[in-house]
């Protein structure tokens, strides 16, 4: 059955006049995706969309500290931050002793919380190994007086919980190894060979863990180097012939992996095809670091979790053991209640790909053949939500987890659904939209909802339609050491032939402030632009934030360049664009906000 083209894909077409980079936006985060045939161990994979990673290692017994000083961010650098010398690194682990380490406990806690797979350190960048290795004597096992393989329990316990079970491995890095990569205080750089590394220590002792430990989910690669294309192939085929259903994660190198893995602590702001995976930490560090308290909340973490899926990707987050062996209460505490919720909701996450609707004010959305998941992380001051482009014939409409039925109707454009007084969970009550026939994949649509039914619309500069010489960018950036950031800006606009221009519903009349959310350097700064919108102009001078340091924070200043008037609903263009005369660019636009006036 063939469906009629809703009048804003029409009026996105019109709009799409001059140059722009609308049908290749997807492209600009797919590079670097793997060049491999399709896995078939994938299928399991894609349906999981909730992972755990745990890093545990020397680094968690020092808790963020060495000597007499305290170190932020990540923990498990903390060897190379302090520059600790090899040899008296090594001491610490003459005391690492975790009897307070359960497997069972851990692999239950994982099942409470919704976890469909758990990758956990085998060895990081200290060169420490938490297994039985036969490869070194810097290992658990020998170097400890702990002697017992912790990685053999768990693996048995996430087994009895059904739990797919993987390894983190750094397979270059290691600061312990004189030939290993990364370690320059203590070793010449010129003098290693790393091809030695490889044969000696890192290949036999992924074969190590590929032979003695089950079968294995997952190798989660770290910090590739020191290997050409060619000589990374080889080594991953001497590994499959092990394991030949085991996933190869994107970080061993050369684009050979199986799935991607961004950046730490990204989510690529547009929908990916694929099998893809956003890393995140619960609080600012990787390894345990004691006075590191900064967790995300159990709606932080609902949010994240449906964010990714919303763009078909899994979130894998990470917790961090103690010396001990034991999780940080909040982590358990904040976990738990993250599965509660998915004991609800767990149908609008798992197995989902991406949502077929873009992100609204009131949130995103999740699908399923002949289903549409509305995750609704905020109420409309009306209780009307409304959900653009739904063209297919709807069946019904629900809370998810309850037999509630809603009442709605479906308008050529839109469909108004009528909310309670009250949802069941502020955090994120799911609604299933239940449909017949094909309904349009519209998450690419840049048109985007403004109404004065919620406290602001926030837009991305990326759902700009980018003419001249305007394009998006990636500013990645740290706060604490490790804690990385990621915002995609606009660029490059510097005449007025780069305007940037964003299509909006407004789908209420009134008084609208309108803020430009922007990073400007010094020499940018005091250059003139200009926001139309409905006829109406807001000019503006470009404000400083400060100089981009990839290994700083980056500043953002929201700028309130003026109100506008919209006498009546429908369909605007707003463009934000230099004036003539400008030098350099006008600033990095991260989003635009409307306010409604009230």
Not at 142 to 151: N, T
Not at 330 to 353: D, F, R
Request: charged share 20%.
């Amino acid at each position: 059955m063939s469906h009629r083209v809703p009048c804003l894909l029409l009026f996105l077409g019109l709009l799409l006049h001059a140059k722009t980079q609308a049908q290749d936006m997807p492209d600009m985060w797919n590079k670097a995706a793997t060049a491999n045939p399709a896995h078939p161990g994938l299928k399991w994979f894609q349906q999981a969309k909730f992972g755990l990673f745990i890093h545990w290692g020397l680094y968690s017994k020092l808790a963020g500290r060495w000597h007499d000083s305290s170190y932020y961010g990540s923990g498990e650098w903390i060897m190379n931050r302090a520059q600790a010398p090899a040899a008296e690194y090594a001491r610490v682990a003459q005391s690492f002793n975790p009897v307070g380490f359960d497997a069972k406990e851990w692999a239950e806690t994982a099942k409470e919380a919704g976890i469909k797979y758990l990758v956990i350190t085998a060895k990081h960048h200290e060169g420490f190994s938490m297994f039985d290795s036969k490869v070194t004597d810097f290992d658990i096992m020998d170097a400890s007086p702990y002697k017992k393989d912790p990685m053999k329990a768990l693996s048995a316990a996430c087994k009895a919980q059904g739990i797919p079970f993987g390894f983190y491995y750094s397979q270059f890095l290691d600061w312990h190894e004189p030939n290993g990569g990364g370690n320059n205080w203590d070793f010449n750089n010129k003098e290693k060979d790393y091809q030695e590394y490889y044969r000696t220590k890192s290949i036999p002792q992924l074969k190590e863990l590929l032979t003695n430990y089950g079968p294995l989910g997952l190798v989660w690669f770290d910090m590739p180097g020191g290997l050409t294309t060619e000589q990374t192939r080889l080594m991953i085929d001497s590994l499959r012939v092990l394991q030949p259903g085991c996933l190869f994660s994107s970080r061993v190198g050369h684009d050979l992996g199986d799935y991607r893995d961004f950046g730490d602590s990204e989510v690529p702001p547009v929908p990916i095809a694929g099998a893809w995976e956003s890393i995140y930490t619960h609080n600012d560090s990787w390894g345990y670091i004691q006075h590191d308290l900064n967790f995300k909340s159990p709606q932080e973490i609902i949010h994240l979790l449906s964010n990714v899926a919303s763009k078909g990707g899994n979130l894998m987050l990470n917790v961090g053991p103690d010396g001990n062996g034991k999780w940080p209460a909040y982590s358990v505490a904040y976990l738990k209640a993250t599965g509660k919720w998915l004991q609800t909701y767990g149908e609008s996450i798992y197995g989902t790909t991406w949502g077929l609707i873009p992100a609204q004010p009131w949130g995103v959305t999740t699908s399923k053949p002949g289903k549409l998941f509305l995750h609704v992380w905020q109420m409309p001051a009306n209780r009307q939500l409304r959900v653009p482009g739904v063209t297919a014939k709807i069946k019904s409409v629900k809370i998810l987890g309850s037999n509630k039925a809603l009442t709605w109707k479906q308008l050529p454009e839109e469909t108004i659904i009528q909310l309670p007084i009250t949802l069941p969970d502020t955090r994120n009550t799911v609604l299933l939209m239940e449909y017949s026939g094909q309904q349009p994949d519209l998450s690419q649509l840049r048109t985007q909802t403004v109404s004065n039914e919620y406290p602001q619309a926030e837009i991305p500069a990326v759902w700009a339609v980018f003419n001249g010489a305007a394009k998006s960018k990636l500013f990645t950036y740290s706060h604490y050491f490790g804690d990385w950031k990621h915002d995609n800006c606009i660029t490059g606009m510097v005449t007025p032939d780069d305007a940037i221009v964003f299509p909006l519903d407004i789908q209420d009349a009134g008084d609208y402030k309108i803020i430009l959310d922007y990073a400007c350097e010094p020499g940018s700064a005091s250059q003139q632009g200009m926001v139309t919108v409905g006829g109406q102009q807001l000019p503006f001078l470009t404000l400083t934030t400060g100089t981009y340091d990839s290994h700083k924070p980056m500043q953002f200043i929201q700028h309130a360049v003026g109100i506008v008037h919209i006498d009546k609903a429908g369909k605007q263009n707003l463009a934000v664009k230099p004036v003539s005369g400008n030098k350099s660019e006008l600033c990095w636009l991260r989003k635009i906000i409307l306010q409604p006036v009230k």
